[in-house]
Structure formats: C-alpha cells, structure tokens
C-alpha cells in the first residue's frame, strides 16, 4: 500500500491545557514520526510526498471565511505583540440574538473553534495545509484505479467542521478528500471513522447530504469527548437523512462489540455501493491510550483491516488520533497490513 507522507506536519507542535496548566499536547510531532517507522519497518510499500493544491480546494468542506481566517490568524495574533501560541478562551452560547465575525483576534479564534485544543502557532497553516494535502494526493491516486492508500496525515481532521477547528484539528482532511472526490466526479463516497472519538465535523460537514454516508463508531459521546454530538438518533437531514449512522459504545468496549459495530457498517457501507471509502483510521482504541477508554489490543488491528478489507471498495486510510506513541506504529500499520491480507 502507499503512503503519503510530509515532515511538515513537524511545524505544528501545540500546547495543551489539562489539569488546569499549559503542557505538550499529546497531539505532537513523534506521533507520525513512530507510524512512518512502522510503515517502513514492516515494509508496507512506497512512500511518497504531496502533491500541491490551491487552497480552493479546501472549499467545499470548509466555508471560504473559515480558512482566511485559518490562514491569517498567526499574523493577526502575533500583531497584537504576542508570541505564545494562540488558544481559543471564549465562545458564543445558545440563545444569542445574532453572531457575528467579531473584529478583534481573540474574539475570531472563539467563532471559529470547539473548545481549546487547537492552539495555533507560526508553523500551524503549513502543516494543516499540508496534511490535507496528504490526503487530496491520496483520494487522487485512488481515482487514478490504485485499490488504497494511506494518508499520513497529521494534524488530524475528524474534528473540525464546516467553520471551526477544535479536538487538535483544523482542517478536515477526510472531509476535504471525499468532497474532492466528488467534485471530480464520483456519484458516492462513504467515510467510515473508526476512532475513539465522534467524528463531529465530518458528520456536519456531510449531515444534509445524500452522497457522502458517514458511519462513526465511538465512545458514548454521554461520557465521552466530543460530548454534544455522536448519538444514535443523530441519522442525517433533509435529502440527508438516512446518510449519517452513530455507533457509541461504552467504556470498555473491546474487539468483539468493536467488530459487531464493523460489521453493521460494512452492511451500510453495501448498501450505498460507494465508489471509493474513506477510513478515518485513529487508534486512540487501544488499551493503553492516555485519553481514551475502549480496550483494543495490537493484534486486534489486523482483524480490523481485514473485514474492511473485505467491503471491497478503493480505500483512502486518512490517519485521525491515537496517542500512546509508542504504539500507534504497530497498531496503524496492523490495519492496513490486515486489509492488505
Ligand atoms: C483527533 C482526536 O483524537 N482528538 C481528540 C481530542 C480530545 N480532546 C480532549 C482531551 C481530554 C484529555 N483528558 C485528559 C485525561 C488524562 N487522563
Ligand atoms: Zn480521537
């Protein structure tokens, strides 16, 4: 299988408030340092850089608004004489009579983010813009009749919607490869995220269509980060209804109710006969993962790969989280060996 690959995702490096103090985000650079390891230890296939893309073509999935301010904000917030990065520290709530674009740096970076885990730095944009390009390469190959790919992309995307960026995500790099899809011309795609968390952006991004099914299994969003989306009744609107399919498992969820979920996808996944699949692959599944909390083991990756190997359709695996360094090589690189056969 081929892999995508770029050392600009090492220009992005956030902080992280947790415990109520400013530390490394455990979103950091030898994340895709150790899968790229992997991928060349267990011999995967070739690796590869990105092609280049206008950032139009990140329209599409994202509002035109949304990535000039995505684009500019370090120069806006470096302009006020600050040189620590730049987190989000307020946000709009229900009930206002009308929100607008405020003016000011600090009031943009709360319109257009979740929470506060996406901090931005100088390196930020190139490295986001570079990991969607990793994965614009990579749904090229798969319409070019290459059966997979993996795009290794970090920062990760699922999280990020239409207008924000949030859970260490800025732009939503599957979201981006599916739309592109179709722009150049495929009738379906279905994107299947298979991380811990609830792929909330992708799912709005896509909510009111019928072209692109989104199937997310994940913890229960009542205990779980993203929190306020991820429920099964979640199932689409308007022509879009039908096309969005939440699976939350409990805490503790191990490979059987794991594969159980699999299964029902891959059953939705026949169903809309997709003319490619888009895997947002995250491995914050394993056991030992230091924010999650479903009990997959290594082998069980490879098992995984193989019944989505078995839904037969091109493939694009778009690397999402996983945060137990030294584990996600092995346990990325199972999914795609497993698909693989
Ligand atoms: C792409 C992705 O996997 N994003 C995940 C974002 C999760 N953000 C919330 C992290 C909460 C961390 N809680 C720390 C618990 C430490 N024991
Ligand atoms: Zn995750």
Excluded at 114 to 136: C, E, Q, R, Y
Excluded at 282 to 302: K, Q, W
Aim: proline share 5%.
């Amino acid at each position: 299988m081929l892999t995508i690959y770029s050392s600009d995702h090492r220009l992005h490096h956030g902080v992280e408030l947790k415990d109520g103090a400013v530390s490394e985000s455990f979103e950091k650079p030898a994340r895709a340092e150790t899968v790229l390891a992997r991928v060349k230890a267990a011999g995967l296939g070739g690796i590869i850089g990105p092609q280049s893309y206008d950032r139009s073509s990140y329209v599409g999935a994202h509002s035109e608004r949304y990535i000039e301010f995505l684009a500019g904000a370090w120069s806006e917030w470096i302009a006020t004489g600050r040189t620590c990065q730049a987190l989000p520290l307020v946000w709009p709530v229900r009930g206002l009579p009308s929100i607008e674009v405020p003016q000011f740096i600090d009031g943009k970076l709360g319109f257009f983010s979740m929470d506060a885990g996406s901090p931005i730095n100088a390196g930020t944009w190139d490295a986001v813009s570079a990991s969607a390009n990793l994965a614009l390469t990579g749904i090229d190959r798969l319409s070019d009749g290459t059966r997979s790919a993996f795009a290794l992309c970090r920062p990760p995307g699922h999280h990020a919607g239409r207008e924000y960026m949030g859970g260490y995500c800025y732009l939503n790099n599957a979201a981006i490869a599916a739309q592109h899809c179709i722009a150049r011309g495929a009738e379906r795609v279905a994107i299947l995220d298979i991380d811990f968390h609830h792929g909330n952006g992708t799912q709005e991004i896509f909510y009111d269509r019928s072209d692109v099914l989104f199937i997310s299994i994940h913890g229960d969003p009542a205990v779980s980060f993203p929190y306020f989306s991820g429920h099964a009744n979640e199932r689409g609107a308007g022509p879009g209804e039908g096309f969005n399919l939440n699976m939350p498992l409990p805490k503790g969820t191990a490979l059987d109710q794991f594969a159980t979920a699999l299964h029902h996808a891959g059953a939705a996944i026949a169903r809309h006969a997709p003319d490619a699949l888009i895997v947002s692959l995250g491995v914050d599944t394993f056991e030992d993962d230091p924010i999650s909390h479903f009990r997959l083991r290594t082998p069980d990756y490879l098992r995984i790969g193989e019944v989505i190997g078995r839904f037969g359709a091109p493939t694009l695996f778009v690397m999402e989280g996983g945060y137990m360094v030294d584990e996600i090589g092995v346990n990325a690189v199972n999914v795609l060996l497993g698909f693989e056969g």
